[in-house]
Structure formats: structure tokens, C-alpha cells
């Protein structure tokens, strides 16, 4: 079982910064892959960015750019800046690890982008 804690949602203006972190109860190093997802009222879940074990990084064509999701393996912790937010990325914010044969969501952390 892994246990997946985010924090660093908030209020945040536009134009403003956010980095969100995602705090694992085992080694990063065990983790095949960890993504941030996002959920804005009314839609889907989507894919945020990913990180592998050997530290590759992936975005989707959306949040290439404005996003950078890192690690720091010493704390077990997994990253997503957010920079020169726009109303449009408000939404929960989840992270998602995925070990061969399980997968394992947080419990997401709210981020709302507003004036």
C-alpha cells in the first residue's frame, strides 16, 4: 500500500505561481510512475505530467510550458510548479503513483486561480 498526501493548493491570482507536493509513504525509487492529474468542476480528470523512476519527465501538449513536475528522492516527494496561472486551471489536483500491478490515488489538494 502506498499513501500519496498533497498539499499546496490555494487561492492564487492570476498571473501567480503555485508548487504543489506529493509526499510518498515509500521510496520514489519503487515507483514506476508518478503523475499529477487535475479535475475542474464538470469535467474529466486529466493528465497533468508524469515522472518516471529513472526521472524522465512527460506533459501533455496543454501544459507543456507552464508546468514542471520534479522529485526529490530524500523526501520521498513528488513536485508540479505551476507558473503564470490562468483561471482555466482551476481545479483538484491529484497524485497518482503506479507500481507494476497496483495504482494509487491521493486525496487531492484544491487550486483555485481568481481575481
Known amino acids: 500500500q502506498v499513501q500519496l498526501v498533497e498539499s499546496g493548493g490555494g487561492l492564487v491570482q492570476p498571473g501567480g505561481s503555485l508548487r504543489l507536493s506529493c509526499a510518498a509513504s515509500i521510496s520514489i525509487f519503487t515507483i514506476n510512475q508518478m503523475s499529477w492529474y487535475r479535475q475542474a468542476p464538470g469535467k474529466q480528470r486529466e493528465l497533468v505530467a508524469s515522472i518516471n523512476s529513472a526521472g524522465n519527465t512527460d506533459y501533455t501538449d496543454s501544459t507543456k510550458g507552464r508546468f514542471t513536475i520534479a522529485r526529490d528522492s530524500t523526501r520521498n516527494t513528488v513536485y508540479l510548479q505551476i507558473d503564470s496561472l490562468k483561471p482555466e486551471d482551476t481545479a483538484v489536483y491529484f497524485c497518482?503513483?503506479?507500481?507494476?500491478?497496483?495504482?494509487?490515488w491521493g486525496q487531492g489538494t484544491q487550486v483555485t486561480v481568481s481575481s
Open positions: 497518482y503513483a503506479a507500481k507494476i500491478g497496483a495504482s494509487y
